[in-house]
Nanobody, 118 residues
Framework: QVQLVESGGGLVQPGGSLRLSCAAS????????MRWYRQAPGKQRELVAA???????TYADSVKDRFAISRDNGKKTVYLQMNSLKPEDTAVYYC????????????WGQGTQVTVSS
């Protein structure tokens, strides 16, 4: 089993910044991909950003040049730095890890709410 603990969500004004964290623990042999998704009310969950074990990154077009994903392999933690936030970034943000674990090969976090509003 793998546990993912997310933190850093909250209420921020448009143009502001937030930093999300997601720490993994448990029966982990290796982590390949670490990802952030988001789901707004009435919409499908979408991939926001991903970072592989070699550090290569992928971003949704809607967040390119505003968000930055990073990881600390020693701490088994993935971060999402979100700058220049817009109201349309409002959603529940979920982290997901894919790799070699005891049990499943991927796990999801519980989600953290990000609200961008004046």
């Amino acid at each position: 089993q793998v546990q993912l603990v997310e933190s850093g969500g909250g209420l921020v004004q448009p143009g502001g910044s937030l930093r999300l964290s997601c720490a993994a623990s448990g029966s982990i042999f290796s982590i390949d991909s670490m990802r952030w998704y988001r789901q707004a009310p009435g919409k499908q969950r979408e991939l926001v950003a991903a970072i592989s074990s070699d550090g290569s990154t992928t971003y949704a077009d809607s967040v390119k040049d505003r968000f930055a994903i990073s990881r600390d392999n020693g701490k088994k933690t993935v971060y999402l730095q979100m700058n220049s936030l817009k109201p349309e970034d409002t959603a529940v943000y979920y982290c997901r890890v894919i790799g070699n674990f005891m049990g499943n090969n991927n796990y999801w976090g519980q989600g953290t709410q990000v609200t961008v509003s004046s």
